[in-house]
């Protein structure tokens, strides 16, 4: 009966305290003007493939880019990614939030983002575990 | 003996029990994905706000008419047809924000008219104000668009699993023909499990 009791105490020890998970993120560089990319691919570069990279100016000088990756792994994954832009001199104009993205194993996902600034010229997509 | 060894044991995991979870307080990413739970989150304002502002900026006819010129718009409320309190004003002054920020849009504030007309009157009325750079009362702009929204919610649950869809619909509508110009709708999904032992 004690003992049934000790080991009660000791789970429950265990499910108090979550720490919180390390987030590793993969930074993708790039010119909103040509598909430029720098591909870090030393965390996530394990489980995803970067496919290919679109960029568009619209014209109202709103640039979209997409990033289309593809997942190594049979499983689904969760990943959260974000874009931040830069202007001509490299100077950070804004920022998305992170965006929660699903992809099933093996399939493609398109990343995509949009500057809300027709000043921005510059891009780093960062994907990071979710 | 036995006993005695029992009860140290017990008395030694309550006492970590207790050591091991301080409360601390730190800064973290206001973008962040985290979630405590099922209901609408920091994280999912910003990501409506994010996808409506995007959608609105690269939709090919907006992208004709802000290439040209800034059109005037006005906001109405959020219809929340979930069961939670959310502060939805929240959520398009969001929008609002990024929209003005890209530069694309105007804006006009009803909220704020009550302090304008005070200082309105006290500009023409009250003669403390030189007439030449009083402003003049009837010279605001129309609004052309409306920006109507809706917020709605579906649950499921059952046994351990809670299943929580959200839907935030954005419409621009033209006041003057009553068309709607450019719409939209983010869908978040969100799952809960309970675990066996947590509450």
């Not at chain 1, 993708?28 to 965390?43: Q, T």
């Not at chain 2, 929008?95 to 006290?122: H, M, P, Y």
């Amino acid at each position: 009966m004690k003992y049934g009791l000790l080991i009660l105490l000791v789970a429950l020890s265990f499910l108090g305290c979550r720490s919180t998970p390390r987030m590793n993120v993969t930074q993708i560089e790039g010119s909103a003007e040509k598909a430029n990319v720098v591909f870090d691919s030393s965390v996530i570069g394990k489980s995803l493939e970067v496919l290919s990279v679109n960029t568009a100016k619209k014209d109202n000088g709103i640039y979209q880019v997409q990033t289309v990756v593809k997942s190594k792994y049979k499983e689904t994954q969760n990943i959260q990614y974000k874009y931040e832009w830069m202007d001509a001199d490299g100077i950070q104009l804004e920022s998305s939030p992170w965006k929660p993205i699903v992809i099933y194993g093996s399939a493609r996902a398109n990343l995509a983002g949009v500057s809300t600034s027709s000043a921005a010229t510059n891009y780093r997509l960062l994907i990071a575990e979710n | 003996m036995r006993k005695i060894s029992l009860s140290l044991a017990m008395v030694a995991v309550v006492g970590s029990m207790m050591v091991g979870c301080s409360s601390t307080i730190k800064y973290d990413d206001p973008a962040s994905t985290r979630n405590l739970e099922t209901s609408f989150g920091a994280s999912d304002l910003q990501q409506v706000a994010n996808t409506m502002v995007d959608s609105m900026l690269v939709f090919p006819p907006m992208v004709a008419v802000t290439s040209q010129r800034r059109p005037v718009i006005t906001v109405s409320t959020v219809k929340n047809k979930t069961d939670q309190h959310i502060d939805t004003e929240s959520i398009t002054d969001s929008i609002r924000t990024k929209l003005i920020r890209s530069g694309k849009f105007r804006f006009i504030d009803r909220t704020t008219d009550d302090a304008a007309v005070e200082e309105l009157k006290i500009q023409n009325d009250s003669g403390l104000v030189d007439p030449k750079t009083a402003q003049k009362f009837g010279k605001q702009i129309g609004a052309e668009y409306i920006l109507t929204s809706n917020l709605s919610q579906i649950t499921q649950s059952a046994g351990r699993q809670t299943d929580v869809y959200y839907k935030f619909t954005m419409s621009l509508k033209n006041l003057e023909t009553g068309i709607l110009e450019w719409s939209d709708e983010k869908e978040l999904r969100k799952l809960k499990t309970k675990s066996m032992f947590g509450m």
